[in-house]
């Protein structure tokens, strides 16, 4: 018997709202089956985001469970009716899934933040750069996997693009991060030069903190903060050594919220940051 592909982070999260609003309701598993009519195990499956879910059903378990919020009720049901293929499903079996989950979460984000102490953030980088970053992982990943890993992180940066839906983006860069040499001098310098250009989009802010600002929260995390439909969705992504991590527990995305509004009152203004940038290009 065939096995059910590994849920995505996006179906996950569906899952977990679906609980969420279940146990608010002092609900539980054996009453919500009865209402749509299914045994047990399927229920539990939808909360785990293992077995889909239609939008009516979703809309038959908010009625029941008395949940007044309709926006996050249609928010809810419009994940249900994205479990289509993304463009990043091209490369299912060939890397590893938290980066398909990042490019889906930035995909269906209405407003992207990310802070970068180290690396110029991904959506801004080239794929040179991109390339001297992932030919620097331990233990060294074979060169076919980080071609695939250079060609999907340069996909993930069409997000920016879009013609359909514009996605703000902002991005706070420490000065260590636009100073780090990867790849070497004439490449960092391609990559700072190209940084200033991607800044002049209408969508895009990049805010540069200098050293001379000192402490700062967070210290050597990288973060990525996409605001779902409604604030209830949204979702923090963290960079670890051993992959990405995804956090929306209230708690750490109020936190998480703090530190990037920190960062924006403490960082250059747009213009400010792309004139320091290119004083540091010079200097290469």
Request: hydrophobic share 40%; aromatic share 8%.
């Amino acid at each position: 018997m065939p096995t059910r592909p590994t849920p995505t982070e996006r179906q996950r999260r569906l899952g977990a709202e679906l609980r969420k609003m279940r146990l608010a309701a002092g609900k539980t598993t054996e009453y919500a089956a009865g209402l749509l009519g299914l045994d047990r195990t399927k229920v539990s499956n939808m909360e785990a985001g293992v077995r889909a879910i239609s939008p009516e059903r979703i809309r038959i378990l908010a009625s029941n469970y008395d949940c007044p919020d309709q926006a996050y009720i249609e928010a809810l049901a419009a994940m249900a009716t994205t479990r289509k293929r993304g463009w990043w499903e091209h490369y299912r079996g060939s890397l590893p899934q938290g980066l398909l989950d990042v490019a889906e979460l930035e995909w269906h984000a209405t407003r992207l933040r990310t802070l970068q102490t180290v690396h110029i953030p991904g959506l801004l980088q080239l794929s040179g750069y991109a390339r001297a970053i992932f030919d620097s992982a331990l233990p060294p990943l074979p060169r076919s996997e980080v071609e695939l890993r250079v060609a999907q992180r340069v996909q993930r940066q069409q997000v920016l693009e879009r013609e359909d839906t514009t996605v703000e983006y902002v991005a706070y860069v420490h000065e260590w991060a636009l100073r780090m040499q990867f790849g070497g001098s004439r490449t960092t310098r391609e990559q700072l030069h190209h940084l200033c250009g991607v800044s002049e989009r209408e969508n895009v802010d990049v805010r540069v903190l200098p050293v001379e600002v000192g402490a700062f929260p967070g210290a050597g995390h990288a973060v990525l903060y996409a605001s779902g439909a409604v604030p209830q969705l949204d979702t923090v992504q963290l960079d670890s050594a051993h992959g990405g991590e995804f956090t929306h527990a209230e708690a750490q995305l109020s936190k998480y919220r703090a530190h990037l509004d920190w960062w924006h009152a403490k960082s250059l203004d747009s213009h400010a940051s792309r004139d320091f940038i290119h004083a540091i290009a010079r200097q290469l």
